[in-house]
């Protein structure tokens, strides 16, 4: 009793089986979603250039007019800060509020949902910061720039 595979007749020469058909199927299903894709990313990039040329893919930049060119920072005033150093920070936490000031370079920055992590870094010295977007007019391509 050997079973024979369930055959559908497409023309008089030749036979495909039902599994090969919904194969095919699924492929000009994913071949017309691309095409439907391609045609609203280039319909949408063509109406986002027109409003701002450095829009991302995800949408408008919420951001515009925050951005510009800035002039070179040269420490005319003197603002009243107690810079910590990092590798005090455990014993600096204990006295305050948790608010501290530091000074570092970023040596990683990692992305994850509405939060940024940056890990910076003093000499040999490393301490990781959460930042996160406060509402929706905060952008992310800010944060992570």
């Known amino acids: 009793m050997s079973k024979e595979p369930t055959t559908t007749e497409l023309t008089e020469d030749t036979q495909v089986s039902k599994k090969a058909l919904k194969k095919a199927a699924k492929k000009e299903e994913k071949a017309a979603k691309k095409e439907e894709r391609k045609a ?23 951001s515009e007019g925050k951005y510009g060119v800035y002039e070179l920072m040269q420490s005319r005033e003197k603002i009243e800060r107690e810079l910590v150093p990092i590798r005090d920070i455990g014993e600096s936490l204990a006295d305050k509020d948790g608010t501290v000031f530091v000074r570092g370079r970023i040596h990683t920055t990692r992305l994850k949902g509405k939060q940024c992590f940056l890990v910076l870094r003093q000499k040999a010295f490393t301490v990781q910061v959460r930042l996160s977007l ?9 944060i992570t720039g």
């Open 40 to 62: 609203a990313d280039v319909s949408g990039n063509a109406e986002g250039n027109d409003a701002n040329d450095g829009s991302s893919a995800a949408g408008v930049d919420i």
């Open 134 to 142: 406060v509402s929706n007019s905060d952008n992310k391509s800010t």
